[in-house]
């Protein structure tokens, strides 16, 4: 398995709650809020299409297996997130190594009531010309 001395998930040792034979899941620290769980390859891999189908389906494995267990014994529902952001430098927000964020959600939570509630004003109705440019990106 392929590591990179630089990254603290290549690393994670005692932190490791639930493991497959290609992924592994773990306390988000620092945490977003409580029960903020992150999933990642074993594989030291900083772009999400260098995963391979395998390592995707125990990725994925350990995400639903964790949506699950939220949404049954924690909440009401949980957000699944990947994010894909090179251009910032690695830090302790930003690990460079692909990871997907699993964390509960309840009706008007905490990020809701701190950020999401904002969001609302975001969302604008697609305009068809937009709609054409944007087309053309999934285009061959
Ligand atoms: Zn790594």
Redesign the pocket.
Known sequence: MS??PN????SLDTRVLKENNLAQAFLSNPRKVPGHFLV?PKR??EQPWDLTKEELADIFELIFFIEKRIVSQLGEGADIRQNYRPFLKQGKLK???VHFHVYPRYNEDYLYKVAEKYEADLFTELDPSEMAEFAKLLKD
């Not at 990254?7 to 290549?10: A, D, H, L, V």
């Open positions: 590591r990179n990254c603290p998930f290549c990642i030291h891999i690990v460079d190594h």
